[in-house]
């Protein structure tokens, strides 16, 4: 498929990730009426509130206060920091299609959802949508710590926990954004002439995707290990704006958090690790057939889908833990949906070099 043809559902996707994000940030004000927690219930109003409150481009209520305290001095900081918290979110909407659209781009042109390839598109799409979401969100976390007054304190634990905001509502926008993505892009490829899959011989199909594993593995099983992270989460600081690095390194680097079966049944401890295991198996499985599914094996091409397969992977697992979590089941389905969308910076930062080491891999047994 030419870049033409496939810039046309790429643009249109992220205008309208975009357009819902902005949507449902909109609709911030309308959980804080005073009927709302009659209707939704306080509890479930205020777990929304959370979800839609960093694409709320309204400035909260502190930076509303502060830009009214008396005194020209005051006045003038408060104006400062609302037009930092301004910016922040300027910066967040607009990051949200350029990220997005290059990488959908990149899939649907490699991937064109013909030929059976449609449920991979759908997916790999709806993967990145959520990854470009947060890029967005990471981007633009830094200006809006400022416009806090908080930018000299503990500068990167605030950066780590800014960044893992908003994730939640990725989920469904990303999911409509792709499904309108694949579709557009399903009419624009017609008429683009044959878009055959490349033929991988099964064995340098297999040693790739074991490749590609093995690199999500060493941060599934060895990194999140609790003595490993724990070691993450004290490195040496550097001291000033870089001091205390612990928080964003674990955000980026650890897929996940296990330790021993000290004090917990191990039946249960065996259940909870399958869903780990479950997670690569799902990473292999895609890296098995995304050589075959591509029009051309490249390494961005394979980078991106083994982004968008690690984040699959742990949504699926995400969404297991949550049924075998009988006790955070009790507060209700939108409170232990909380979870989802961790891990996302890191299996885009383990992705990358999953997806590359698959494709070198597989040009090297291919020769």
Do not use: C
């Not at 490749?211 to 001291?239: C, D, M």
């Amino acid at each position: 498929m030419t870049y033409r043809r496939a810039a046309i559902p790429a643009l249109l996707g992220g205008i309208l990730l975009t357009a819902l994000l902005w949507w449902a940030g909109a609709s911030t004000d309308a959980l804080r009426l005073p009927g709302s927690g009659s209707v939704l219930g306080g509890r479930t109003a205020a777990e929304l509130e959370r979800w839609l409150a960093p694409w709320a481009y309204d400035p909260p209520a502190v930076l509303l206060l502060g830009a009214e305290t008396s005194g020209d001095a005051a006045v003038a900081d408060g104006a400062r920091y609302l037009s930092l918290y301004t910016t922040a979110l300027q910066i967040r909407f607009f990051a949200v299609p350029a990220l997005f659209v290059p990488g959908a781009l990149l899939l649907v042109r490699r991937l064109p959802p013909v030929h059976d390839r449609m449920p991979a598109t759908l997916l790999a799409l709806w993967a990145w949508a959520i990854v470009a979401g947060t890029l967005a969100v990471a981007v633009s976390t830094p200006w809006l710590i400022a416009s806090m007054g908080h930018g000299s304190y503990r500068f990167l634990p605030q950066l780590a926990s800014g960044i893992s905001a908003g994730r939640q509502l990725l989920l469904v926008t990303g999911l409509v954004a792709a499904v309108v993505t694949t579709l557009v892009a399903r009419v624009t490829a017609k008429g683009a002439g044959p878009l055959p899959r490349t033929p991988v011989p099964a064995r340098p199909a297999r040693l790739a995707a074991t490749a590609g594993t093995a690199v999500i593995a060493l941060s599934l099983l060895l990194l999140s290990y609790e003595k490993v992270a724990a070691a993450l989460q004290t490195v040496p600081s550097p001291g000033g704006p870089l001091d205390e690095p612990g928080d964003l390194l674990r955000q980026w680097l650890l897929l996940g958090a296990w330790s021993s079966p000290a004090g917990t049944p191990l039946g249960d401890w065996l259940l909870h690790r399958s869903v780990d295991l479950l997670v690569l198996v799902l990473v292999w499985w895609a890296l098995r057939l995304l050589p075959g599914l591509l029009t051309r094996v490249t390494v961005p091409a394979m980078a991106a889908g083994a982004v968008s397969a690690t984040v699959l992977g742990l949504l699926v697992s995400q969404v297991l833990r949550i049924a075998l979590d009988t006790q955070t089941m009790a507060y209700g389905l939108l409170y232990a949906s909380g979870s989802l969308g961790n891990g996302v910076p890191a299996a885009l930062t383990w992705g990358v070099v999953a997806g590359t080491a698959a494709a070198l891999t597989l040009r090297a047994a291919g020769r």
